[in-house]
């Protein structure tokens, strides 16, 4: 895992865009993982990411015209925007979509922005659910107004406009917990978030003798979206046979009673369960954290991916495995998949002295089961983003 300083990326910037007068303005945006609250954000309960050190950094230099060239040392593409002409998105910008949203975004309102030079440099693997693309958006917004002068950013209305690039200019269907958790990190915290009415608290996550390892399963996210929409629609329809007994503002307020009710079709029944059970977990699992008992959110973590195999149905195969390799190796008192499901990572708690002997039994594991290699990385608990 590569970490920058500011020399080091300074001198990245130069080799890329050559020594000029000018300061060069360097930033990190952290990735995210949900640590456990899986699709629980549009049926109104609480999630409970964290900021991650692993991310994507960026360094900038005003330009004395209108031009603003974008490089990426993760890319090929490079991308050059004229400020004077409408940016709209364009599949030929591909992963520049993301910096010219936000850079139209803040245009309209009412942002001045002269041209300048960008490099991007990231370390988190993009399109694993790691959020990087939150982490891109996040990044052009906070280190555009920082540069700019304006050095107190508000992070939650930064977080709601990478949203709103996201949904409208790159067209992606997603919620709020990934840009805010990369606006509003907090070093060894996590955060215990309603995605409806934005109300957070920040809750201890100090790992002790124990480690956050990311497992990448190295399966694509395939018909995530469709499947995800399904999974939106049987929400609505268990919440709407709920509703006709008594009522409830969401489906995350209803009661394993109330489950019991939608006996009759047994795929909502389920549906809601994981949504009724994996809420209580969420609040169970801050509640554990803040008593500093990290083997008892273990254990909730596994109670986690096991309603998101059997209740919801978004795990797979892959993500199956590995959890099961994991859980099965010494040293590791919890493991499920994060994020939307259907491949991508999954997390697991690992005893730090243990880390090695655990990556080596997982990967070899997860290769006989799947035929697939596994990606490890050990991540610390990070702040959001920030000025290098
Ligand atoms: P995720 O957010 O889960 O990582 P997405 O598909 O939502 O996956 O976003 C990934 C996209 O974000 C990439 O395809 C690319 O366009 C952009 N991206 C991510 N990291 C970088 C980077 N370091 N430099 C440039 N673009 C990046
Ligand atoms: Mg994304």
Redesign the pocket.
């Known amino acids: 895992m590569i970490m920058l300083d500011t020399k080091q990326l300074k001198a990245l910037f130069e080799r890329e865009y050559g020594r000029e007068p000018g300061e060069i303005h360097c930033f990190f945006a952290p990735g995210r993982v949900n640590l456990i609250g899986e699709h629980i954000d549009y049926n109104g309960g609480y999630v409970f990411p964290v900021a991650i050190t692993l991310g994507?950094y960026s360094a900038l230099r005003w330009r004395q015209d209108r031009l603003v060239r974008l490089k990426?040392t993760?890319?090929a593409l490079e991308v050059a925007l004229d400020l004077n002409r409408p940016l709209e998105y364009c599949e030929r910008d591909?992963?520049g979509n993301?910096p010219k949203g936000m850079i139209q975004y803040l245009l309209a309102g009412g942002q001045k922005l002269q041209g300048c030079d960008i490099l991007?440099?990231?370390n988190?693997p993009?399109?694993?659910?790691?959020?990087?693309?939150?982490?891109?958006l996040v990044l052009t917004g906070f280190m555009l107004k920082y540069a700019s002068g304006k050095t107190t950013v508000d992070r939650p209305a930064l977080a709601r406009l990478s949203q709103k690039v996201e949904n409208e200019f790159v067209k992606?269907n997603c919620g709020i917990m990934?840009q805010f958790a990369v606006a509003m990190g907090r070093r060894d915290c996590a955060i215990l978030l309603n995605c409806q009415t934005l109300e957070y608290k920040y809750i201890p996550f100090v790992l002790g003798e124990y480690s956050l390892v990311i497992m990448n399963t190295n399966k694509k996210r395939e018909l995530t979206e469709s499947r995800y929409n399904q999974r939106r629609t049987e929400a609505e329809q268990a919440l709407t046979l709920l509703r006709q007994g008594r009522s409830l503002d969401n489906l995350c307020q209803a009661s394993l009673d109330d489950v019991a009710r939608l006996a009759a079709d047994d795929v909502l029944r389920r549906r809601a369960r994981h949504a009724v059970t994996e809420q209580s977990r969420v609040l169970k699992a801050a509640d554990l954290l803040e008593q500093g008992d990290i083997t008892g959110f273990g254990r909730l973590m596994i109670e986690s991916h096991a309603s998101m195999k059997n209740d919801y149905e978004i795990s797979g195969p892959e993500l199956d495995a590995i959890v099961d390799h994991a859980l099965a190796t010494p040293g590791c008192i919890g493991a499920r998949m994060t994020g939307g499901g259907f491949g991508?990572c999954a997390i697991a708690l690992v005893e730090t002295a243990r880390l090695e002997s655990f990556q080596a039994a997982v990967a070899a594991g997860y290769q006989k089961s799947t035929s697939r290699t596994a990606a490890f990385y050990v991540a610390g608990i990070s702040d959001g983003v920030n000025p290098l």
């Open positions: 994507i990426s993760n890319m591909g992963w993301y991007f440099s990231g988190l993009d399109g694993t659910g790691l959020s990087s693309s939150a982490a891109m992606v990934d991508g």
